[in-house]
Nanobody, 123 residues
Framework: QVQLVESGGGLVQAGGSLRLSCAAS????????MGWFRQAPGKEREFVAT????????YYADSVKGRFTISRDNTKNTVYLQMNSLKPEDTAVYYC????????????????WGQGTQVTVSS
């Protein structure tokens, strides 16, 4: 079992930055690919970014490419999402997730989820 706790969300003006953190406990964190997803009101949960267990490979949704950066520190059992140049359309609840398999953009393949953290970008 893996427990995931997100933090770092909040209210920010358009063009601003936030860094989300996801702290993991339980089974070996470094065994998991980690992903960030988001869900806006009335919309389906969508993929944002994912990172391989060793941090070597990352993938991003086109909508955040060049603005968001996913990283991880396996010594701290934490994955991060640095979000720059935020836009109002980035407003959503952001979730981190752990996948024991390969990196994937499909939320159905993730095994564990955090409770989410709200990000609100004002125009």
């Amino acid at each position: 079992q893996v427990q995931l706790v997100e933090s770092g969300g909040g209210l920010v003006q358009a063009g601003g930055s936030l860094r989300l953190s996801c702290a993991a406990s339980g089974r070996t964190f470094s065994s998991y690919a980690m992903g960030w997803f988001r869900q806006a009101p009335g919309k389906e949960r969508e993929f944002v970014a994912t990172i391989k267990w060793n941090g070597v490979r990352t993938y991003y949704a086109d909508s955040v490419k060049g603005r968001f950066t996913i990283s991880r520190d396996n010594t701290k059992n934490t994955v991060y999402l640095q979000m720059n140049s935020l836009k109002p359309e980035d407003t959503a609840v952001y979730y981190c997730a752990a996948d024991l398999g390969w990196v994937t953009t499909n939320p159905k393949e993730y095994d564990y989820w955090g409770q989410g953290t709200q990000v609100t970008v004002s125009s």
